[in-house]
């Protein structure tokens, strides 16, 4: 027996869908209202490994959830099945429900975008600059060399370094952002 590839992206099947059933399922415009029990149609209809159960469900859930096709659910329209037959009509209580599930929908993208722009703005924004301490020569200060800090003595400030004492003698020349004045 051959194994075969299997779809596993919720994309890629109802892409898969809709060259399956091009008078059922669209990729885009308008969507057409699915009927009810869609699921076990499709499952009779394909004798396909290449599509999982759970997977279908999945992309089905994520077809029948997005804004296009909740746009598409109104009182009075037929819901059609794989062929593109007409079913059942969409009853008002079918019809609020998906406006309430579309209203909820927009209202968690709201929130998510609201929370990335706050996110990028708490990263664009730089904490409050302390007063620096003016530093003079023969100030003992703290230099971080590689992860620890040491003890040093300023001997000389040029514009761009600054010249310190180890404590064995040893003289470094560092920049004014290696130095912690705490």
Not at 77 to 86: E, F, K, P, V, Y
Not at 100 to 109: G, M, N, T, W
Request: hydrophobic residues 35%.
């Amino acid at each position: 027996m051959e194994s075969q590839f299997q779809l596993t992206n919720s994309k890629d099947i109802i892409a898969y869908l809709a060259q399956q059933f091009p008078n059922c399922f669209t990729l885009e415009g308008e969507a057409k209202p699915l009927k009810i029990g869609i699921f076990q149609d499709i499952l009779s209809r394909l004798d396909d490994e290449a599509l999982s159960k759970t997977k279908l469900r999945v992309a089905l859930r994520a077809y029948t959830m997005s804004w296009r096709y909740l746009y598409s659910i109104k009182e009075g329209a037929h819901r059609i099945d794989l062929d593109g037959n007409q079913d059942e009509l969409i009853s008002k209580e079918q019809m609020e429900y998906a406006q309430q599930q579309l209203k909820e929908s927009k209202q968690k993208a709201k929130e998510r975008l609201k929370e990335r722009t706050q996110k990028e703005k708490r990263k664009n924004i730089r904490p409050p600059m302390k007063k620096a301490k003016t530093l003079k020569v023969g100030d003992y200060v703290k230099v971080l060399l590689g992860n620890k800090p040491l003890r040093v003595q300023i001997i000389n400030i040029e514009k761009e370094h600054i010249k310190v004492n180890v404590g064995s003698g040893m003289e470094l020349t560092v920049k004014p952002e290696h130095i912690i004045t705490k």
